[in-house]
């Protein structure tokens, strides 16, 4: 019997366990690792526009996904008193603010994963601390001291990838988007509802509450400012200065902060500047999803996370397993397809978070206008789904004979 290709894929979150999966199909020998002790159940409302809907049909996950949907109404916009003065109500088989399929972090990652049980090795607790490659494999240390051999690394980490560091060192760039956006689950209260309610205040803020399907609210507070390393400051220091940057917001803003407060576990805040690689793999490394582009809050980073997952394995199975032509592959359809979703034009993130009275007056009647029917679907079109009605995604014969999972087959 041949012996299977092995690889080892970075990464536990939602990149990680889909491309898991389908190395597997592909034929490999699959470990995931992820740095984590254990499954990471936290997280917020994630959206699958466009060609997520075909990776997750080929998955077999498409119901299921759809089954556990978070119940998102549609997006409205508040004053800071409280009032709201538009609304983007979601409309079926189309992907606006609101996206058709919603779903928890969490909750998408624990179907993905549980694709891969018995197909792939889950490792928790564990990280790469150095790679070394040779013509024939990579060479992987392991932080409890472990040292291993792999035909392939694939790195389905996040935007901070450590083991991309170790692999393309001072050729990461970086480009500013000049934003921080804070998470945070707080409790639910009776005045809350289903819908993405968004709050934008002068001096370039925003505040948002998103609606989940296990009794909390998912809340975000996002800033313009530059690269001051506030993401790598503990949790207390943090709140000092969000409770000072936010301060005279209105609204909803100090029932937030309190809450971010009293859960740190399920707070976290990250500077959304977009990474930017020559190339996405070196030798036998490849990156995967937000380790590879990362490119702030686009509502596309899910969508391009299954969809390199899919196309990775589909290239490698294509290609018997030849890495080198299976990269440039993946490379080829990739690049243009995440580099065109990640992209915003000069000025983009001013002016959705304008500083001036001037400015968030001017913002307030753009919503206004898009609620009307045919300048939303120019909205939707141009703006939140830029590479949708473009992108074409690959067939690979590998993937026709997955049945769609519904019910029990994962519970």
């Given at each position: 019997m041949?012996?299977?290709?092995?690889?080892?894929?970075t990464?536990g979150?939602?990149?990680?366990?889909?491309?898991?999966?389908a190395?597997h199909?592909a034929?490999?020998?699959?470990?995931?690792?992820?740095?984590a002790?254990?499954m990471?159940?936290?997280g917020?409302?994630?959206d699958?526009?466009e060609?997520?809907?075909?990776?997750?049909?080929a998955?077999g996950?498409h119901?299921?996904?759809?089954?556990?949907?978070?119940?998102?109404?549609?997006?409205?916009?508040?004053?800071h008193?409280g009032?709201?003065?538009a609304?983007?109500?979601?409309?079926?088989?189309?992907?606006?603010?609101?996206?058709?399929?919603?779903?928890?972090?969490?909750?998408?990652?624990?179907?993905i994963?549980?694709?891969?049980e018995?197909?792939?090795?889950?490792?928790y607790g564990n990280?790469v601390?150095?790679?070394?490659?040779?013509?024939?494999?990579?060479?992987?240390?392991l932080?409890?001291?472990?040292?291993e051999?792999?035909?392939?690394?694939?790195?389905?980490?996040?935007?901070?990838?450590a083991?991309?560091?170790l692999?393309?060192?001072d050729?990461?760039?970086l480009?500013?988007?000049?934003?921080?956006?804070?998470?945070?689950t707080?409790?639910?209260?009776?005045?809350d509802?289903?819908?993405?309610?968004?709050?934008?205040a002068?001096?370039?803020?925003?505040?948002?509450?998103?609606?989940?399907?296990?009794?909390?609210?998912?809340?975000?507070?996002?800033?313009?400012?530059p690269?001051?390393?506030?993401?790598?400051?503990?949790?207390?220091?943090?709140?000092?200065?969000?409770?000072?940057?936010?301060?005279?917001?209105?609204?909803?803003t100090?029932?937030?902060l309190?809450?971010?407060?009293?859960?740190?576990?399920e707070?976290?805040?990250e500077?959304?500047d977009?990474?930017?690689?020559p190339?996405y793999?070196?030798?036998?490394?490849?990156?995967?999803?937000?380790?590879?582009?990362?490119g702030g809050?686009?509502?596309?980073?899910?969508?391009?996370a299954?969809?390199?997952?899919?196309?990775?394995?589909?290239?490698?199975h294509?290609?018997?397993?030849?890495?080198?032509?299976?990269?440039?592959?993946?490379?080829?359809?990739?690049?243009?397809?995440?580099?065109k979703?990640?992209s915003?034009?000069?000025?983009?993130?001013?002016?959705?978070?304008?500083?001036?009275?001037?400015?968030?007056?001017r913002?307030?009647?753009?919503h206004?206008l898009?609620?009307?029917p045919a300048?939303?679907?120019?909205?939707?079109?141009?703006?939140?789904?830029r590479a949708?009605?473009?992108f074409?995604?690959?067939?690979?014969?590998?993937y026709?004979?997955?049945?769609p999972?519904?019910?029990?087959?994962?519970?």
């Amino acid at each position: 019997m041949t012996k299977k290709p092995t690889v080892l894929v970075t990464g536990g979150s939602i990149a990680g366990p889909a491309q898991a999966w389908a190395l597997h199909r592909a034929g490999f020998e699959v470990t995931l690792l992820e740095r984590a002790p254990r499954m990471r159940e936290a997280g917020q409302n994630i959206d699958i526009r466009e060609a997520g809907h075909d990776v997750l049909r080929a998955m077999g996950l498409h119901e299921r996904v759809a089954a556990a949907s978070t119940g998102e109404a549609g997006t409205r916009y508040y004053d800071h008193l409280g009032q709201p003065y538009a609304e983007l109500p979601v409309r079926a088989g189309k992907d606006g603010a609101t996206a058709e399929l919603e779903i928890l972090r969490g909750k998408l990652s624990e179907l993905i994963l549980g694709l891969t049980e018995g197909r792939a090795a889950h490792r928790y607790g564990n990280h790469v601390t150095s790679l070394d490659q040779d013509p024939d494999g990579v060479r992987v240390e392991l932080a409890d001291g472990t040292d291993e051999r792999y035909d392939l690394v694939v790195v389905a980490e996040g935007r901070n990838s450590a083991t991309r560091r170790l692999v393309f060192g001072d050729d990461i760039g970086l480009r500013t988007r000049g934003l921080y956006i804070a998470y945070g689950t707080i409790a639910r209260t009776e005045d809350d509802d289903d819908w993405w309610r968004w709050l934008t205040a002068t001096d370039g803020r925003m505040v948002a509450v998103r609606p989940d399907n296990v009794g909390t609210i998912r809340a975000q507070l996002g800033f313009l400012a530059p690269d001051l390393g506030l993401d790598r400051l503990d949790h207390a220091t943090q709140m000092r200065i969000l409770r000072t940057r936010f301060a005279g917001a209105g609204w909803l803003t100090d029932r937030i902060l309190d809450g971010f407060t009293a859960a740190p576990a399920e707070f976290y805040l990250e500077r959304t500047d977009r990474v930017m690689l020559p190339a996405y793999s070196r030798g036998r490394v490849i990156v995967v999803g937000d380790a590879a582009w990362a490119g702030g809050p686009t509502g596309m980073g899910t969508t391009l996370a299954l969809v390199s997952a899919y196309v990775l394995a589909g290239e490698l199975h294509r290609a018997g397993h030849d890495h080198e032509r299976a990269f440039a592959g993946y490379e080829k359809v990739m690049r243009p397809y995440a580099e065109k979703v990640q992209s915003f034009g000069p000025g983009y993130t001013s002016a959705l978070l304008p500083r001036t009275t001037r400015g968030l007056r001017r913002l307030r009647a753009v919503h206004r206008l898009f609620t009307r029917p045919a300048l939303r679907d120019i909205l939707e079109r141009n703006l939140l789904s830029r590479a949708g009605k473009d992108f074409v995604l690959p067939r690979y014969p590998m993937y026709d004979t997955v049945q769609p999972l519904a019910g029990a087959e994962l519970s």
